[in-house]
């Protein structure tokens, strides 16, 4: 079992930037592959990004490519997503995810641990 606790969320102006959190603890967090993403009103929650079980590999949707950078720090069981350039149309609630494995992929079906989610703004 992986418990994940999201932080950071806010409202904050296009342009601005965003730091996303996520806590993990549990047996296995170390060495499970992450993943972001999100859920804006009325969509499917969406890919952000995935990173690997060292943080050696990363993947991300094409629409945050360039602007966000997700990474963790296993030494504190915590994983990142760095939000610059932010622009409304990535309101959404962001949710953080853990894999089984130590790479995983960019569908929902990929992961088997969820968050709660934190809430993002970008008011324009």
């Known amino acids: 079992q992986v418990q994940l606790v999201e932080s950071g969320g806010g409202l904050v102006q296009a342009g601005g930037s965003l730091t996303l959190s996520c806590a993990a603890s549990?047996?296995?967090?170390?060495?499970?592959?992450m993943g972001w993403f999100r859920q804006a009103p009325g969509k499917e929650r969406e890919f952000v990004a995935a990173i690997s079980w060292r943080g050696g590999s990363t993947n991300y949707a094409d629409s945050v490519k360039g602007r966000f950078t997700g990474s963790r720090d296993n030494s504190k069981n915590t994983v990142y997503l760095q939000m610059n350039s932010l622009k409304p149309e990535d309101t959404a609630v962001y949710y953080c995810?853990?894999?089984?494995?130590?790479?995983?992929?960019?569908?929902?079906?990929?992961?088997?641990?969820w968050g709660q989610g934190t809430q993002v703004t970008v008011s324009s």
């Open positions: 549990g047996r296995t967090a170390s060495s499970s592959a």
């Open positions: 995810a853990a894999s089984r494995y130590l790479y995983s992929g960019i569908t929902r079906l990929d992961y088997d641990y």
